[in-house]
Structures are given as structure tokens and as C-alpha cells.
């Protein structure tokens, strides 16, 4: 591709339900304009949240994707599948008919007005913690902040670290409800609101004696549980990142949806399951940016902060709900030619004469198609250790049994780089044997001289390198021109991650292509073989005295990443060319020297001048 396009945030069908890292439509959409014509056959062996099949539908394609995680193709199914938008708007309101008022009766306040019976919509709770200097105990929520992980006492202002625990004491500090007189309302948490709680934790007790079916399965010891320290903080279950109310409210709400029709039960666990997210311990408010809106789970970890909302399930089920009918509804008009219902092999699909689909549940190790049948390849891989999809996913998937999950997913075969220790963690080779099966059954079912186009992003340079070494080895090489940067989401920039100095903020388009490509000589001859700080000082350099202009942090190491690609492709096929020792040495040279490591301040600063947020060339342009 030899252009970048805006990135536009998500369609309708994209936030029916969430997924990890999906990348912006309008980028894929011109991937597929510019890669295949109407009738080709698309493969994601990565699919995903959906987005290279569903704008592959959109433009008259037909696509095959597939990916290891349950989820994931549950997810981009739903995207595809056509619905009767009428009738499952009536079997929606049939349930909550059913499930509102009990609902009602789990999330019932006192309006502080006119003390009649109230609907919360959300409780706040915060944990309480104790000074250690004086004893005081002080609700996190009444304490100013002194820094991350720590409050200041009360009473005497000692400095207090404390970070939620399953045993952690909390207490209701503000509730926000509807009252039928006086109309929605916040106010402070009741000693009534405290004792209803504890009835609550009761009522739970017998929630299997009454049929309620919730999750007892166990987080597994996996990077996500590492990094969020689960079973330090004695979070041992799924269950426990859910409130007892919330577990009833979701318990109930479940059952009540196994009753319904068999057509549009799935519609409605998918409801069900996009609905957890709003509904968890890990949801906040942050009144500056969503007013009287909660704040859902959003990370791509499992923090539990220590002032949190139980959001009202009905509420938060019937908004997804409304969610899930815009987006088919927009789906389905832009949908020119509705595709041929989901395709039960892939050999369905290659014979189809329309636009089809075919989605399935399976690692792309081994592709089950023929030799030379795919026209392109478009995917976005797993970005190393950036994101661990089935340990985020296995908090939807142990909800739902009936949609062929209910466990924990297998990850065996996920292609992932743990930053954790724990038995069976990923290492970098691991992450490079992955990805080069899966890269080579696409060479060998993509047809000759075709490309395979990925996107791609990591800070960390062991990540690009197991990346190039496996398409190398696959078959694949990178022409002089097969880079563009491809700028991020304007909207989604407030991450933490992207924000900090010298991120790129949005996505490298990778264009291979099958079999050797003519990469200049010069591109090839401009490391000679070694990865050193020279290389990136001579790197930087050149980049300076091109733009002729200072640069951001962000702007220089884009403008590295895409010059440089075609030459680190030729040191890996070159590697590859010279055995497993040759490739070894390489990726130890991308982990150990850091070429692409875009935080290498005190290296820029011996060479060059920052100033205003920029770097510029030491002296002038003439150097």
C-alpha cells in the first residue's frame, strides 16, 4: 500500500462488543480495496475482533478467518450473521419484562428527597484503609492522593499505600438513583444501603439452590494474573471480580435467558456477555470526562481499584442491547449484497459465486485449504507480549457454557511473548515459532507473487525482530517501498502507554510478499551485518538531515521504524540463509542492543540537541 488514510473510529458493528486491540475499519477497508477486487478470497489467520472479514463483506469479498480464541470468532460471527432486527427487539423486551424487577428489588435505594423506593443505577463503594501511624481507618474515597498507590491519613497525614485486596473492607459512598417523583438524583450511601449489602452476600449463599448458574472457574496462573497479582491478593476465581449484587443480578438475568427461544438465545448471551464489561469490580467513575456514567473495564489487564461502581446489570444489559441494534442495523444497510450465510468449510467458500464468509475456531498453524488459493492475506498478529488475549477473554468465556466455552481458552498455540515467569510462559522463540508456522501455511496457500499485509507495532525490539525472522523463514521478504506508518485514532491517544515520550502512536502496514523481491543493494549494504549504537546514531542522523526540520520524539522513531524495515528484512533472510546459530545472533542483537527502542534518551542526547520537544542535529544542517 503506498499511502496512509485517516483512522476513523469504530462503526456501530465494531462496538456491539468489545475486543483487545482491534484496528481502525477505514484502514482495513483500503487494505482490501487496494489489495483484491470483488470475488477474491481473503484470509485472516489472525481475525480477531473482525474487522479484515467485515469490511471484506462490505466490499463484496470473500473472506475466511480464523483465530484460536473462542471468543474472538464468537465475536466476529456475531458481526456477520444476519438477524431479524424486530424480532429480537421483541424477544429483548420479553425478557426484560421478566428480569427488570428483580433487577429492581437487588438495586433498591431510598430517595433521600421524598424517602420512597428508589432504582440505583449505580452504587460507589470504596475500600477502607488504616493509617498505620495513628490506626485511623478512612474510606480511600474521603483521603486526597499523594501518589499512584497511596493516600494521605485523614487524621494525621501520614502517607498510606494500600492496593485493593479480595478481603479488603468497603463501604457505599455515594449513590446515584431514579426516583419516580423526584427524578434521577446522587447522594451519599446509607447505613440502609450497608445493611442491604449484607443481605445480599446471604442471598448469594443460595443462589445454586435456586438454579442460578455463575461462574465458579479458576483464573489460571497465566501473564495476566501475574502482572495484576491475583493470587497475591488472594483473587483466586473469576467470580471475585464481580460484586455479590452483581453476580445475583447477572445470575438471574442468565437463566432467564436460557428460557428463551433458541434463535435468539445466542443473540441474547452475546447481549449478556458485552455486558460484563459495565458491570464488573474493575468499573470507575471519573466525573470529569463521563459525568454520572460509569467508567467501564476498559484496560487490558485485571486491576481492581479501590473506589468502584456496581453498575445496575438491567440498565447496563438493555444499552448493550441498543448497541448490538445499531450496529446490525448499520451493518446490514450498508450490506449491498447480503453474504451467503456462514460457510460451514472453507471449500464452501471457494466455490461460493457471491460474497461469503467463513469463520472458525482453530490455530493457523495448519490452514485447512489448498495450495494457491487465496488471493491476500490481510491480518494484524499479535504484537508479542503488547496484549494476551485469551487470559483477557477468559472473562467472558467462563460465563458462557452454551456457546461451546465455559472454561478457561487453550492457549497453547497462541503466538504471545510472557513478561511473567510462570510455569508454560512464552519466550521469544516460542512467539518466533508460532508466527513462522503460521506464516508459512500462508505462503503456501496464498498464490504466487501475492502479498501478505499485516499491521504492526512494538516498542520492543525482540518483538520486530521474531516478527522478520519468521516471514523470512516462511518465504516471505519485504520490498524497498513495502512500509507506510499509518496514523492512530485521534480519540483513542489518552492510554498511558501512548503517552509516553517517543511512542508511536498508530500502526506500521507491512507488505510482504511471497518469494524474493528486489531490495536494493544499497538498503542491504547499509548495516553490514551488525546491530549497534553507531548504526541508530547514523540512522538518526540521516533522518534529521532528510526532514531538514526538528522532529518529535514520536515523529523521529516513526520515520526510523519505515526506513528501516527493508534492511532488517534483508538481515533476517540473510540469517535465516545462514542456519538457527545466524538467526540466534541476530535476535540476541535486537534484544540486547536496542536499535528500535524508541526511550533511548541519554544515547540521542550525546549526539543531538532537544529542545521544545524536539530533536534537532547538534550545530546546524550542515553537519
Not at 183 to 188: A, I
Not at 357 to 386: A, E, M, N, Q
Amino acid at each position: 500500500m503506498a499511502k496512509a488514510v485517516q483512522a476513523r473510529p469504530h462503526r456501530p458493528v465494531y462496538r456491539m462488543h468489545r475486543y483487545f486491540a482491534r484496528r481502525p475499519y477505514s484502514v482495513f477497508a483500503e487494505m482490501v480495496d487496494h489489495y483484491s477486487n470483488p470475488g477474491d478470497v481473503i484470509l485472516d489467520p489472525f481475525c480477531g475482533g473482525g474487522v479484515t472479514l467485515v469490511e471484506g463483506v462490505l466490499q463484496q469479498r470473500r473472506v475466511i478467518g480464523f483465530d484460536l480464541n473462542p471468543m474472538a470468532t464468537t465475536i466476529t460471527r456475531m458481526q456477520l450473521a444476519d438477524v431479524d432486527i424486530p424480532k429480537l427487539t421483541h424477544a429483548a423486551a420479553s425478557l426484560m419484562r421478566r428480569f427488570r424487577p428483580e433487577c429492581d428489588r437487588l438495586f433498591a435505594t431510598t430517595c433521600r428527597t421524598c424517602r420512597s423506593t428508589a432504582r440505583a443505577l449505580w452504587f460507589e463503594y470504596s475500600c477502607i484503609a488504616q493509617c498505620p501511624r495513628c490506626a485511623t481507618t478512612f474510606p480511600i474515597a474521603s483521603a486526597t492522593k499523594a501518589t499512584v498507590g497511596a493516600w494521605k491519613c485523614t487524621k494525621c497525614t501520614e502517607v498510606v499505600r494500600f492496593s485493593p485486596r479480595a478481603d479488603a473492607r468497603s463501604t457505599i459512598v455515594t449513590v446515584h438513583y431514579t426516583c419516580t417523583r423526584c427524578g434521577t438524583r446522587t447522594g451519599p450511601g446509607s447505613a440502609a444501603d450497608q445493611r442491604r449489602v449484607l443481605e445480599i452476600d446471604s442471598e448469594l449463599q443460595d443462589a445454586e439452590a435456586r438454579g442460578l448458574w455463575i461462574p465458579t472457574e479458576p483464573i489460571p496462573d497465566c501473564n495476566m494474573q501475574r502482572e495484576s497479582a491475583l493470587f497475591k491478593k488472594g483473587i483466586l476465581l473469576f467470580r471475585q471480580l464481580f460484586t455479590p449484587r452483581t453476580l445475583l443480578a447477572l445470575g438471574l438475568l442468565k437463566k432467564m435467558i436460557a428460557d428463551e427461544q433458541v434463535g435468539y438465545r445466542d443473540w441474547l448471551l452475546f447481549t449478556f456477555s458485552a455486558t460484563l464489561r459495565y458491570t464488573n469490580r474493575m468499573v470507575t467513575r471519573n466525573p470529569g470526562w463521563r459525568g454520572t456514567r460509569p467508567l467501564e473495564w476498559a484496560k487490558p489487564g485485571f486491576w481492581l481499584p479501590p473506589v468502584y461502581v456496581d453498575a445496575n446489570v438491567a440498565e447496563e444489559f438493555q444499552r448493550r442491547l441498543n448497541a448490538v441494534v445499531r450496529g446490525k442495523t448499520d451493518f446490514q444497510t450498508k450490506c449491498p449484497t447480503p453474504p451467503a450465510a456462514s460457510m460451514t468449510s472453507t471449500q464452501a467458500v471457494l466455490k461460493s459465486v457471491r460474497p461469503a464468509y467463513h469463520v472458525g475456531c482453530r490455530s493457523s498453524t495448519k490452514v485447512p485449504l489448498p495450495d494457491g488459493t487465496v488471493d491476500v492475506i490481510l491480518t494484524d498478529p499479535p504484537y508479542g507480549s503488547y496484549v494476551h488475549y485469551a487470559d483477557l477473554c477468559n472473562f467472558w468465556a467462563v460465563w458462557l457454557p452454551e456457546l461451546g466455552m465455559g472454561t478457561a481458552i487453550d492457549n497453547r498455540e497462541e503466538a504471545v511473548i510472557a513478561r511473567k515467569r510462570f510455569p508454560g510462559a512464552k519466550s521469544t522463540h516460542d512467539y518466533q515459532r508460532l508466527l513462522e508456522r503460521c506464516f508459512s501455511e500462508c505462503a503456501r496457500v496464498l498464490k504466487t507473487d501475492g502479498y501478505m499485509v499485516l499491521t504492526f507495532n512494538n516498542r520492543e525490539p525482540r518483538a520486530w525482530g521474531s516478527l522478520l525472522v519468521a516471514a523470512a523463514k516462511a518465504g516471505f521478504d519485504l520490498p524497498e517501498r513495502g512500509v507506510v506508518f499509518q496514523d492512530g485514532i485521534d480519540m483513542y491517544r489518552h492510554t498511558a502507554q501512548s503517552r509516553r515520550a517517543g511512542s508511536v502512536i498508530g500502526d506500521f502496514i507491512l507488505s510482504f510478499k511471497k518469494g524474493r523481491s528486489s531490495t536494493s543493494r544499497s538498503s542491504r549494504s547499509r548495516i553490514n551485518g551488525a546491530l549497534t549504537d553507531s548504526v541508530f546514531v547514523r540512522e538518526i542522523r540521516a533522518i534529521l538531515r532528510r526532514e531538514r526540520r526538528p522532529l518529535r520524539p514520536d515523529e523521529l522513531m516513526r520515520h526510523l521504524y519505515v526506513g528501516i524495515q527493508p534492511t532488517l528484512m534483508s538481515m533476517a533472510r540473510q540469517a535465516v540463509a545462514n542456519g538457527n546459530e545466524a538467526i540466534a545472533k541476530l535476535l540476541e542483537q535486537f534484544d540486547d542492543i536496542g536499535v528500535l527502542d524508541s526511550h533511548r534518551r541519554l544515547l540521542l542526547e550525546r549526539h543531538f540537541d532537544y529542545k521544545a520537544d524536539r530533536w534537532s542535529l547538534r550545530g546546524s544542517l550542515a553537519e
